[in-house]
């Protein structure tokens, strides 16, 4: 994890663009915080790596309709707000800014 020098702090390069274009998704560490990256058409998205409900990782998860679902136990997640399907009461995912900036996928981790 760096940031470029000069940079607001809060934004953290995580991966290059070209590596997560390839892999389409990884977990990365920012400090103790793990985050999912994903690629997408219009862009990076970033969001916590584990489902809030029992901490089940979400790199595997489906992606269907801006949804991210949960491999473990079929919740949702708006990938934009982070608000889980109305069917669970479990709280939202952390959904984090992600953008791309000199090659480098950064997500704000303080936003």
Avoid: K
């Avoid at 584990?50 to 997640?77: E, K, N, Q």
Wanted: hydrophobic fraction near 45%.
């Amino acid at each position: 994890m760096t940031s470029a020098e000069g940079a607001d702090p809060r934004w953290v390069r995580l991966a290059t663009a070209a590596e997560l274009q390839a892999a389409g998704r990884m977990e990365a560490l920012a400090g103790r915080r793990a985050v999912l990256l994903l690629w997408r058409e219009e862009g990076p998205a970033a969001c916590a790596a584990h489902c809030p409900h029992a901490m089940a990782p979400l790199v595997d998860g489906a992606i269907r309709d801006g949804r991210l679902h949960c491999a473990r136990h079929l919740a949702s997640f708006d990938l934009l707000t982070g608000e889980p399907d109305a069917t669970w009461r479990i709280p939202p995912l952390d959904i984090y800014p992600a953008r791309t900036r000199d090659g480098w996928v950064e997500v704000r981790l303080n936003a």
